[in-house]
């Protein structure tokens, strides 16, 4: 009977064994089920806050045409309006070229305007001599103009020599501040 008891316990504990390796492979299942629903959740959302983003592009470079960059060279050309000037000189130098053409332009297609040049210059020298030498600064600022179309009507010139300095100092980067023309609207 003994055998009998073992077999039929065997019996009974085979099946449980097996219905218990089921039961926990399920368990294993149901876990990997629950993961990868997370994971289509999660990536339901990710999508659904794409779409839901504001989309922005990338701003890309792109090419003037010749004109164009013309336009923009004269455009901040003419913001510009002080000439400086060597010491001692009233020649303009050839890099105010382009800063004088786009305020030449703008006079010239705007013959209602008008604009004052106002020659400066530093503190060496006499009163007398400076005076002078802020008109020959202005002279030659109006000249330029002049030869570039602007009409002699549109441009007045005022010399004021060493009486109204841009930069206080007494050194030499500020005595060359000083040596200009400026042009006033």
Same mark, same amino acid.
């Given at each position: 009977?003994?055998?009998?008891?073992?077999?039929?316990?065997?019996?009974?504990?085979?099946?449980?064994?097996?219905?218990?390796?089921?039961?926990?492979?399920?368990?294993?299942?149901?876990?990997?089920?629950?993961?990868?629903?997370?994971?289509?959740?999660?990536?339901?959302?990710?999508?659904?806050?794409?779409?839901?983003?504001?989309? *922005? /592009?990338?701003?890309?470079?792109?090419?003037?045409? &010749?004109? =164009?960059?013309?336009?923009?060279? $004269?455009?901040? @050309?003419?913001?510009?309006?002080?000439?400086?000037?060597?010491?001692?000189?009233?020649?303009?130098?050839?890099?105010?070229?382009?800063?004088?053409?786009?305020?030449?332009?703008?006079?010239?297609?705007? *013959? /209602?305007?008008?604009?004052?040049?106002?020659?400066? &210059?530093? =503190?060496?020298?006499?009163?007398? $001599?400076?005076? @002078?030498?802020?008109?020959?600064?202005?002279?030659?600022?109006?000249?330029?103009?002049?030869?570039?179309?602007?009409?002699?009507?549109?441009?007045?010139?005022?010399?004021?020599?060493?009486?109204?300095?841009?930069?206080?100092?007494?050194?030499?980067?500020?005595? &060359?501040?000083?040596?200009?023309?400026?042009?006033?609207?």
């Amino acid at each position: 009977m003994n055998r009998s008891m073992i077999t039929k316990g065997l019996l009974i504990a085979l099946p449980m064994l097996a219905l218990g390796a089921c039961s926990s492979t399920s368990d294993i299942d149901a876990e990997a089920q629950r993961i990868a629903d997370q994971a289509a959740a999660d990536a339901a959302a990710a999508q659904q806050a794409a779409q839901d983003a504001v989309q *922005t /592009d990338t701003i890309q470079a792109i090419q003037l045409t &010749a004109e =164009e960059q013309l336009v923009e060279m $004269y455009t901040s @050309a003419i913001l510009e309006t002080t000439i400086n000037f060597e010491f001692d000189q009233s020649v303009i130098s050839p890099k105010y070229a382009l800063i004088l053409d786009a305020h030449a332009k703008y006079l010239v297609n705007n *013959t /209602d305007k008008s604009i004052t040049v106002e020659g400066h &210059a530093d =503190e060496l020298g006499t009163p007398g $001599y400076n005076i @002078a030498l802020g008109e020959r600064r202005g002279l030659s600022v109006s000249t330029y103009l002049e030869n570039m179309g602007v009409a002699a009507s549109q441009i007045t010139v005022v010399s004021y020599g060493e009486e109204k300095p841009v930069n206080l100092g007494h050194n030499e980067a500020a005595r &060359a501040e000083n040596r200009r023309a400026e042009l006033v609207y």
